[in-house]
């Protein structure tokens, strides 16, 4: 079974308006609204796929209830720890250019994140755990260290999509999967990378450090996957970029989609980059028949 972690959830109101005036009254031409996070995210794209998820994390108030009955609605199993305060709302304010107000999110205490360990402690060996974002401040700093480190004890596999120090502190416990994007590599070995053939010595490298794959997302100029055993280049299809929100965490469930019904790592990075490029052309998150149609559009090569 494949459980997802958002900690800090949100609602994402999207917002379209002609113009923007401060100060003055706006009125909006187009809105929406759906549960944001980048956990939800993949459970969300699990589901097009007719791969099985069980969403976490700490959801309150009427905001978490509106999120919970979401995914009932899109029939993804959840298993929220309720907190006190109400989970954020997001505000995404598109006039030809966006602008984002994200809020701060509600307090964790204590006993909500022990409630939180005590489910993980369910996993075994036949369940993977997707850690994604970040970490809301009223929680340790080494959540992730702390979680995956269960998920060590209890022989779970877990694939993180985090930045940083987040990402470099899990790598010894052997994630299943890791997906920095070129910047996020860059930042994380203090480089700039133009190009793949940058990010294979890095890939690598973070390979010894314990990731048993790594998927480098480089936006139109491809992607890249590296392990023990293969290096893999992949071509991006060609298209419209009508969003990137999503983008990454799609790439993420499409791989997993594909790992789990095939144990073919090249057939899962296909998957993973036209699961990412359909985020990328479409409005919202990715469907089942617009990755299916890019698929084919997918190239890849082994690089010696």
């Known amino acids: ?29 187009d809105e929406a609204k759906f549960p944001g996070g980048k956990g939800i995210n993949v459970s969300r794209v699990l589901n097009q796929f007719g791969t099985r998820s069980k969403a976490l994390g700490f959801v309150g108030g009427f905001t978490g209830a509106y999120i919970e009955q979401y995914l009932q609605n899109e029939k993804i199993d959840s298993d929220f720890v309720q907190v006190e305060e109400d989970t954020r709302i997001n505000v995404k304010l598109k006039t030809g250019q966006e602008s984002e107000i994200n809020a701060k999110g509600p307090t964790i205490t204590e006993e909500n994140f022990t409630l939180l360990k005590q489910k ?30 269960i998920c060590s004890e209890s022989n779970a596999q877990f694939v993180v999509d985090a930045e940083g120090d987040l990402l470099k502190k899990v790598l010894p416990y052997q994630p ?38 790594v998927i480098v997302s480089l936006a139109g100029a491809g992607a890249v996957l590296i392990n023990s055993e293969t290096t893999l280049l992949a ?25 789990v019904e ?10 993973s980059v036209a699961s990412g490029s359909a985020t990328a052309f479409s409005l919202g998150l990715c469907t089942k028949e617009k990755v299916e149609e890019l698929l084919s559009q997918v190239h890849i090569k082994e690089i010696r």
């Open 235 to 259: 071509e991006v299809p060609k298209g419209e970029v009508k969003n990137s929100v999503g983008a990454g965490d799609s790439m993420v469930a499409g791989f997993l989609a594909a790992y």
């Open 176 to 213: 299943l999967l890791i997906k920095p994007n070129h910047l996020e590599l860059g930042e994380l070995f203090e480089t700039t990378i133009t190009n793949a053939e940058e990010v294979i010595p890095l890939g690598k490298r973070l390979v010894e450090m314990g990731a048993k794959n």
């Open 120 to 149: 993980i402690m369910q996993l075994g060996a036949d369940d993977l755990l997707v850690l994604a974002g970040s970490i809301p401040s009223s929680l340790p700093k080494t959540t992730y260290e702390d979680l995956v480190k």
């Open 1 to 29: 079974m494949i459980y997802t972690l958002t900690l800090n959830p949100s609602v994402d109101y999207i917002v379209k308006l002609e113009i923007f005036q401060l100060g003055e009254l706006n009125r909006t031409v």
């Open 262 to 271: 095939t144990s073919n790592i090249e057939e899962a990075f296909r998957f």
